[in-house]
């Protein structure tokens, strides 16, 4: 990474702690990522983004400011791209992955909670992540209890909108949602002093389309037998998918499919079992499931996770020729999305009897962060289903550490020999 004191200096940021931080880095992605063999050469690009995670995608947000544009942060898949890109500004997701923020946000927040609200709240409170500090907005939602109380905690240091998410999916609700979508467009027109227009909100929903496609075509070629790209790879991406410039990671994504094209022609079978994750976000530069499971023999092929199938199926609809037109669409996408904060959520289980015919799976690892109660709840239902269709499945609740990495490795190997 080049030399970018100055600009974090600007930016408020802890300097001493954050050099800590982007010490640790390089050497986490170097052991977990390119000690990968074969990898294809189109993911040099995500290696480069990765190496300057804190660097050159920073400086793009600076000089994006500096001309009078905004830059605002998310934290859920529920929240409208579309609308943040209508009014100019960019939007960057803020789901944070990493141990490093567990300490500082423990300091206000209870150590019994969800290791992805703890690490973004001690991403802001202890000023150790440049996205959060260029951030003029942060979007929350009322999706769980402990996101939406953090929130609270968040907005006595920026300024924070959040969404009211519906939890139940009754008509009532989609109207409900456009309602919010709306509050949310009047707070971006007025932080950007830009009025959403029919013009602008179609090309923004074509460019989310457009973003959302390259990824379906990612994971349907991780379809074909031996996947012609490992699920560290493919996590890498999606990960990334939230923060780059959106028609650059279109372009890179779509080339790299180019290669996996190709490299499907002449692979033969591997024998590798192939494994679905279900569950919690794994965001970056969380790799933990991953790295323990396709170091064993197997390959992850699937995440039915919001950093995996939901954040990119299905489609906004660009049909209509009045915002309200617009919104209703955005909002018939959005609560499409099978999330475990709502009541019922049949839409998941059914999704992940799809995923696992459509992807050829041999087992599903239930992924849940520790503390995430709804989706630990849910687990029952899922298994139910799974054991009623003879899928193996192997619950695993977790967090950042590595306490407990070796355990999980005996689990995932045993798991692996019985199915
Ligand atoms: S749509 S999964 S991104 S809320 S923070 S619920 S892990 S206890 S992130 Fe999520 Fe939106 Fe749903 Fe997806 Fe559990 Fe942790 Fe809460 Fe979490």
């Known amino acids: 990474m080049g030399d970018y004191k100055k600009m974090w200096e600007g930016l408020g940021i802890d300097i001493e702690k954050h050099d800590a931080l982007c010490d640790a880095l390089p050497e986490l992605f170097g052991d977990t990522y390119l000690t990968q063999e074969n990898r294809p050469e189109g993911m040099n690009y995500f290696n480069y983004v990765v190496a300057e995670v804190h ?69 802001k409170v202890g000023l150790t992540c440049p996205y959060f500090q260029s951030c003029d907005l942060l979007v929350g939602e009322t999706t769980c209890d402990g996101k939406k109380k953090a929130y609270e905690i968040l907005e006595d240091y920026t300024p924070v909108h959040v969404m009211e998410l519906p939890q139940m999916k009754r008509e009532k609700n989609y109207e409900q949602w456009e309602d919010e979508i709306k509050l949310f467009i009047k707070e971006m027109e ?13 090309k923004a929903i074509d460019l989310n389309n457009r973003k959302r496609r390259v990824l379906k075509r990612l994971y349907d070629l991780r379809k074909n037998t031996p996947s012609p790209i490992s699920g560290l790879d493919s996590l890498l991406i999606t ?65 039915e996770t919001c950093i995996g199938t939901r954040y990119y199926e299905n489609e906004v609809s660009a049909e209509g020729e ?8 955005m909002a018939n996408r959005y609560m499409n999305i099978n999330c475990a904060c709502f009541t019922p959520n049949y839409g998941r289980t059914e999704d992940i009897l799809r995923y696992a015919e459509e992807y050829d799976i041999d087992g599903v690892i239930y992924y849940n962060l520790s503390f995430c109660h709804t989706y630990a709840i849910e687990y029952n239902q899922v298994e139910k289903v799974l054991k009623d269709n003879d899928i193996p499945v192997l619950m695993v609740e977790t967090d950042y550490s590595e306490e407990d990495t070796g355990q999980i490795r005996t689990r995932v190997e045993a798991f692996l020999e019985m199915i």
Not at 74 to 94: K, N, Q, S
Not at 190 to 202: A, F, I, Q
Not at 275 to 302: C, F, Q, R, Y
Request: hydrophobic share 35%; proline share 5%; net charge negative.
């Open 55 to 123: 660097g050159a995608r920073i400086e793009e947000l600076e000089k994006h400011k500096e001309n009078g544009g905004k830059v605002v942060g998310t934290f859920c898949v529920f929240v409208p791209d579309e609308v943040i890109l209508a009014t100019g500004a960019i939007g960057v997701g803020l789901c944070s992955g990493s141990q490093f923020w567990i300490e500082d946000g423990e300091k206000v927040l209870p150590r019994n909670l969800c290791p992805l609200i703890k690490a973004f709240t001690g991403a």
């Open 190 to 202: 007025e932080l950007t002093g830009n009025k959403v227009t029919v013009e602008g909100l179609k």
């Open 239 to 303: 990960q990334i998918a939230f923060y780059d410039e959106p028609e650059r990671f279109i372009k890179q994504t779509e080339e790299l499919c180019d290669e996996l094209e190709e490299r499907v022609k002449n692979s033969k079978p591997n024998g590798k079992k192939r494994i679905m994750i279900t569950g919690t976000p794994m965001a970056l530069p969380n790799w933990k499931m991953h790295s323990i499971v396709e170091g064993l023999d197997a390959e992850i092929v699937v995440e």
């Open 322 to 329: 009045t915002i309200d037109e617009l919104v209703k669409n």
